[in-house]
């Protein structure tokens, strides 16, 4: 069964560098997501990012963060200059828009676990 | 999108029906539900999703009130392995992003 996967599991930084989270979406779908989750939090929707260009975006996501597809396959999330409040968990997602139907399934990798030193 | 709102907690016993119930009282009528379940620290997995009939998969079932006010999620034989947090959200048409709550935890007893 096709999944989402990313890269790395772990990533250990130190504050003020930039770190850079790699998924690869499911393969025929159209929509890329970011959420994030602080450790003993809620799942936090970040961005969604659809046709080349960000759909979506929440407060969370400022000018620290960017998102790219810089091929057909991967789609990164970018912290420029990381800070201790950015550890947490980095989850991808990624939907298909099923053909005649209105709704879609978001459908998670097992996510990268940020630490900012 | 609708707020939904969830019990904290539940328990179930192993191989008995954990009913797992969700009130979603200002959801529009083009909002789906959706249910996801993230065991640990894992990523979110899909369950599944509803928009006025009862669903039926591999998983569970949904059966959505006929106000769609409120649904429940079913799993028919609960295992240890469905110890989770369950989330309950409702969602507009695609691309459009997931609010999580705080959702219920199940705990499957033995």
């Known amino acids: 069964e096709p999944e989402v996967t990313q890269t790395p599991s772990h990533q250990v930084t130190q504050m003020g560098q930039e770190v850079i989270l790699r998924c690869v979406p499911i393969?025929?779908?159209?929509?890329f997501y970011w959420y994030r989750q602080i450790l003993g939090q809620k799942v936090e929707f970040l961005v969604s990012?659809?046709?080349?260009?960000?759909?979506?975006k929440s407060e969370i996501f400022d000018d620290q963060f960017s998102v790219e597809r810089p091929d057909g396959s991967n789609f990164t999330l970018k912290i420029r200059s990381t800070k201790l409040e950015d550890s947490a968990m980095y989850f991808c997602?990624?939907?298909?828009?099923?053909?005649?139907?209105?709704?879609?399934?978001?459908?998670f990798g097992p996510g990268t676990r940020l630490t900012v030193l | 999108d609708a707020k939904t709102t969830q019990p904290p907690s539940m328990d179930c016993a192993e191989g008995r029906a954990a009913n797992l119930p969700c009130n979603h009282s200002?959801?529009?009528?083009?909002?789906?539900v959706y249910w996801y379940r993230q065991i640990h620290s894992q990523g979110p997995q899909y369950i599944i999703h509803?928009?006025?009939n009862n669903e039926t998969n591999e998983m569970a079932s949904l059966i959505i009130t006929e106000d769609r006010k409120s649904s429940t999620l079913i799993l028919p034989h609960a295992t240890l392995r469905d110890t989770a947090v369950y989330y309950c959200?409702?969602?507009?048409?695609?691309?459009?992003?997931?609010?999580f709550g705080g959702g219920t935890r199940l705990m499957v007893k033995p």
């Open positions: 200002t959801i529009s009528g083009n909002e789906y």
């Open positions: 509803g928009l006025k």
């Open positions: 393969s025929n779908h159209l929509y």
């Open positions: 990012f659809y046709n080349n260009e960000i759909s979506e």
């Open positions: 997602a990624s939907s298909d828009l099923l053909a005649g139907l209105s709704t879609d399934t978001q459908y």
């Open positions: 959200i409702v969602s507009l048409n695609a691309g459009n992003m997931l609010t």
